[in-house]
């Protein structure tokens, strides 16, 4: 299923994503080479949907012309068939970032097979830092994950944004496959087809190019907001939902989006349902806390305890493939650094 080529396709700097799948059987590695041999690693296209990883690197790579890039960089293709929808990915297939090594689902796919392909050839080079760049449907400010609190990772977020996300939950994504060989992360730049996301990808890309190595010196405290999800929130598959839809048996506030990266009270308001435990709620080790984390009175579906959302999102389809969205709370960094290594013995 993956194809690796050393050069990039005639036309790929022109060619939208979602005209890709013209040029592109399906996921595709593109080596280039570099000054520094170290290959940096970018994966794009994961979701179909999400295309502003595309064109960072489409603009990036056309600044270079025929000049030797900086570092020599790998590039991953992923969901051209998806692209060519606009979705995140159909129906028939399973999620592009949870297919990887680690994951416990999807390992008879051939997308598990390519993935798994990907990673080994990238070990096998000695990969410098991974980042996987994604877009998102809701109102979000632009933010890394990253899934071990490693120094370099930080270091390497910091480029892109001072909002860094703590997530251990999701086996199978890229950023925690490769989070053991190298700095890894996943960037969230906005929705697609803002120009100016794409131009802060860009330079993203660029600064990650021009990095001889990472500073040996810690993140100084004042410069980042570190957040730690501790929980997933999903609609139930059985249960209609909506937003303002009082003919479903959820029908969420119709502005919920705005909440992303807002620090919520107990008893902030998600929505109204008929039903008696209308969501499912998990944290990272798949416990079910919905208990701890919501109440549902007369109806009514709130906070029990204080937290901060991301990725809540109005888009339907994305909820039923993937969550409704992710609950943080603040980490203090002096407390990150009290508290990270034995918490990193158990990633």
């Not at 892109?160 to 490769?178: K, N, P």
């Not at 107990?266 to 209308?278: A, H, I, M």
Request: net charge negative; glycine share 6%.
């Amino acid at each position: 299923m993956l194809t690796v080529l050393d050069a990039l396709p005639e036309r790929f700097l022109d060619t939208p994503a979602r005209e890709l799948h013209r040029l592109l059987a399906g996921p595709t590695l593109i080596h280039l080479p570099g000054r520094r041999q170290t290959p940096l690693f970018i994966s794009v296209l994961l979701h179909g949907n999400e295309d502003s990883g595309v064109v960072a690197l489409q603009s990036v790579l056309r600044a270079y012309g025929k000049r030797l890039l900086p570092r020599a960089l790998s590039i991953l293709i992923g969901n051209v068939a998806a692209a060519r929808e606009g979705l995140r990915r159909l129906d028939h297939q399973p999620d592009y970032n949870r297919v990887w090594p680690g994951s416990d689902a999807h390992t008879e796919t051939p997308e598990h097979a390519a993935m798994s392909e990907v990673y080994c050839l990238m070990r096998a080079r000695g990969v410098f830092a991974s980042i996987d760049i994604h877009n998102n449907t809701g109102l979000n400010p632009h933010y890394c994950v990253i899934s071990r609190l490693d120094q370099a990772a930080l270091h390497l977020s910091l480029l892109f944004s001072r909002t860094v996300v703590w997530f251990r939950g999701l086996a199978g994504t890229q950023t925690t496959a490769f989070s053991p060989l190298c700095p890894s992360l996943t960037v969230e730049c906005g929705k697609p087809g803002n120009p100016g996301n794409e131009a802060h990808v860009a330079r993203f890309i660029e600064a990650c190019l021009h990095l001889a190595q990472f500073p040996a010196h810690a993140v100084h405290e004042h410069d980042i907001d570190l957040y730690h999800t501790v929980a997933t929130v999903r609609v139930p598959a059985a249960a209609s939902f909506g937003f303002g839809d009082a003919l479903a048996d959820i029908d969420f506030d119709p502005h919920l989006d705005h909440m992303n990266f807002r620090p919520l009270d107990p008893g902030t308001v998600f929505g109204r349902t008929r039903l008696q435990s209308p969501l499912d709620v998990r944290d990272e080790s798949g416990a079910d806390v919905a208990a701890e984390f919501l109440d549902c009175l007369d109806g009514t579906i709130s906070l029990r305890r204080a937290a901060t959302p991301a990725m809540l999102t109005l888009d339907r389809r994305v909820v039923r493939q993937d969550c409704l969205c992710y609950l943080m709370e603040r980490l203090p960094y002096a407390r990150h650094q009290r508290v990270a290594p034995e918490l990193c013995e158990s990633v």
